[in-house]
């Protein structure tokens, strides 16, 4: 089963993603976490996407088209791999189909996760991130904090706001948000692979609710 899961920031893809692959042994393809990784080693890649990362904006459309297609022709998903913030806009979309016609692979659903405005900001901004490139453990201050803190439970390397999640750089990535991935849920319904999922309850119920629409 391959999935492309849709939403706005903060609607839960990362947390959801990984509940997937520990459920179901599928591969989660983050490009916020593979762009992150990339600015930590410095990478030529890193040095393109930060300064729109930063400020909340879009890195460019073909940037990440090649990121997804290098991915996807050099490793081998057996059980699948979940998109979790690839698309974001209709170029890319459009992009992903051409990509899997040359790859003769096919997407099974698009899952749309959708969560109250007020909620998004309140998730964001007491959101914290693991800041080891090769964990990324996503933390909550109030809904699901650090045993010790500060510290990854994992890991043990410092959790940290990532620098795109201050207030300001929220209101850029809402507002990008409805401007341009938005759109992607009509895009997908006309494609005929659209599934919308209420995400305003736990991320154990809306796993769940995924695993039941698409099975
Ligand atoms: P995320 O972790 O998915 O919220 O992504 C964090 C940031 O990485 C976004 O605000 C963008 O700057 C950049 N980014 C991640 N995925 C994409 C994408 N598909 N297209 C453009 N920019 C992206």
Redesign the pocket.
Known sequence: MNLILLGA?GAG??TVSKLLVEKKGMVQI????I?RGAIKEGSDLGKK?EG??TR????P?QL?LDIIEEKLSKEKFPNGFIL??????IP?AEGLKKIMSRLSIKINAAVDLIVDENEIVKRLSSRRTCSNSDCQAIYNVFSKPTKKEGICDHCGSPVVQRS?ETEDAIKV?LNTYKEKTAPLVDYYKNEGLLKSIDANKGSDKVCESIISTIE
């Open positions: 920031p893809k990362g983050s490009t916020g976490d762009l996407a729109f990362m909340g904006e879009l890195v459309d990440i979790d913030g690839f698309p974001r806009t890319q795109d990535r």
